[in-house]
């Protein structure tokens, strides 16, 4: 995360955007009332929003957390092509 200051971001827009969108950076731009924005790339906002989207839901968020902890605790299971195919027509 990178801060800039409203005037310098003004006179070096086209720098911050590059910035952004190029390497992926979000941008705090910070103003002297203390109502400070932010600048990322439309992927990036995407992602968020598809993120926050996610784990709105209750149910949801829980299925991906317990997914995250069987990852983290190697409580998984290998399945082959076949096993898969054989479970969507259980």
Do not use: W
């Not at 209750?58 to 317990?66: E, P």
């Amino acid at each position: 995360m990178l801060a800039v200051n409203y005037s310098t971001l003004r006179s070096q827009l086209k720098a911050y955007c590059d910035h952004a969108t190029d390497d992926a950076e979000t941008i705090v731009i910070t103003r002297k009332n203390e109502k400070n924005l932010v600048m990322m790339s439309m992927d990036a906002y995407n992602n968020l929003m598809e993120n926050v989207f996610l784990m709105q839901n209750a149910a949801n968020r829980q299925h991906i957390l317990n997914g995250i902890h069987e990852l983290e605790t190697a409580a998984t299971v290998t399945k082959n092509s076949a096993e898969m195919e054989k479970l969507l027509h259980e």
